[in-house]
């Protein structure tokens, strides 16, 4: 079969720094940071500011026209948002759906409902029609029957890189031709269970997060989803819609090291990256940008830092992870993190990563403040999850034939 | 052109006889809505401290996966893809539970480190230090085809030659209580809620493989138009003619509305053929289609139908040839997956 290549034309996203791509481009220009004291989520963990959606369940259900009393959760609304914009961008509407698919990543899914109501399920009864939006593939669905139908859906849950994993299936399913467009992301809001989690485990920050500084203490959580149209070049030409990128390699590597945490030498990271970078066709001296994974905790900023070292050689191109921004937005953050290194493709500039005050030891330097004016090609994007699950993005600028 | 993808080995822990395929003569009856799997002695698998550390579903796929890699011949699996419905459900609740009940102050991390859906696959690649492809599907009843939707697309691409495809799910008493209020198993009439391990290798080789996946599709809220074309194009792109199908497994499992889109989805496919049953036996789980590819590839490799999977039509005399699977999930997403003889 012929390489086919797979264009973007269209994004969605809602996040801490803005509700759609507008928002989300000015919050990063003029450098706005998300992070925040807990506002929404009910927890008695006041101390770690988050990246929460400044938006109530209840403003997001009557943005989609949700009646009252439906059963939804917090991450399909935040799904539904931004797959609707998602859908506008590439003139996708219902009578199309059939022949689009959908995958979406996802690990807490319907999470936030489960732990406010899990001793009911078991002994009242009143809140029963939550036991059904509890698993991800529950978040899916609802997210996908809000527009119409889908050709074909499913759900991915590889912790933190769920939502890049969602795009790789959704190019291979093109490139094999069995969908000539598929909607992929990932959505998760932020719940108290793997807040506390990631609190057992000693991962929180209570100030705001500093990827790669030395002085990095953890991560902040962020919430938020975003979803990106991938699409045939035959098929972008022939309905006459715009391209934003082509998203030309992608890799999938796992780090088989630990549950929850990277290897020293972050092996997983290097083969993904890797992996993308020869599947574009390129040479890692044309990668003009890395949106790094970049959590801020002690581990994965050395682990990654290696990683890149290791496969730039002394050719480091600008790094910046954008979870200062957003926070990290789990199973969101691979298709989040996409959007943004799209509208810095699209824009002209690369987002930086505040808070960045010194260097460490065996750590990379990134960019602090937001570089303007800056034109690149090709961008890299790398998302890992707990469990090892490595993959790296790569998009580049679409030039016309 | 494209390289044909066979299984070469499928190995199953659920509620009949482990690691083995007594089913066939002499499967294990229930007579209760839920049971949990029958598990084998997992020392020959694990060392006694690394069995203490996981949960079952855990010491089950590692079991699973470590028989159907080392019977398979090939050393290490190019993909690890898993599918599971609910992931680590016992460590998640463990956890949600103490955070219901005892709040946020002393919560330890040892169940939340192991509640993720992808703590399985993940386990498996360190355990086989595997570090290539690795992920996990969680959709409900197609979790399992998800996964293997994933790997066999890689194959057609030509990225992978073998690959680690599993599901596992397991399930926990007060889960299944939940469950049951939901309305997705333990209704009247309905088979046994149960769970399931499945692992089956997948390869390029076809010597001394039990089938070859001819072909598999994902649909979701499918018109009955739009089953009959994918229907005529997995038969064409496979070389298969319809009276080539020996059998349609079906995941039909007591429940009416269950049961009712099988027949609906039968006679659109327009496929005359006996159509058989496998939740009676391994019963009702959200990865209970991987049992039914592993059933299948068994009866196809054995060339052997067994009467008590039949529960519509008849057999016909003669080398099966192909056998379709048809799964559903809430009668929204619908899965087809056709396997046929190696030497067909």
Redesign the interface.
Known sequence: MPDRPILITGAGIVSSIGNDKQGVLSSLLEERSGIAPIEYLKTGHKEFPVGEVKLSDKEMAAMLGIPDGTPTTRTSLMGMLALKEALDQASLDSSDLPEVGFISGTTVGGMDMSEQFYLDFLSNDTKNEYIKTHDCGACTEMIADHFGTFGFITTISTACSSAANAVILGANAIKNGLAEIVVVGGSECITKFHLNGFNSLMILDKENCRPFCDTRAGLNLGEGAAYIVLESLESAQRRGVQSMAELKGYGNACDAFHQTASSPDGEGAYMAMKEAIEMAGISPAEIGYINAHGTGTPNNDHSESQAMKRLFAGKLPPVSSTKSFTGHTTSASGSIELAICLLALQNGFLPGNPNWKKEADGVIVPITGTLHNVKVKNILCNSFGFGGNDSSLLISKWERV | M?KPVYIKTAEQISIQRPLCEEWIEAPVIYDVKYTRSLDPDFKQFLSPIEARRMGKILKRALATSLRAIEKSGIQQPQA?ITG????CIENTEL???A???E???F???TH????????I???L??HT????????????G??FD?AL??AW??F??G?IGSALVGGHDEMTP?YF???Q??G?LGTRNMVVAGEAAVSVMLTTEKENAMCEIAAI?????P?AE?IGKTIERMLAESNIQREDIAAIVTGVNGNKENDIMYSRIIETARIEAPCMRYKHIFGESYTASGLGLYAAAHCIARQQLPQHMIYEGECRTGVINAILLINH?DG??VTFTLIKNTKH
């Open positions: 494209r690890i599971t419905g609910l992931g956890f949600l539970d955070l219901c009940r709040g946020e102050e919560l330890k991390p939340f480190m192991q509640s993720t859906h992808n703590t696959s993940s386990l690649a360190i230090k595997t570090r290539s492809y690795n992920v996990t599907y969680a959709h409900k197609i979790s998800s939707y994933d697309m890689q057609m691409l990225k007060s209580t939940l469950l209020k939901a997705y599709r994902m649909l979701y809220r018109t739009r999930s929204k997403t």
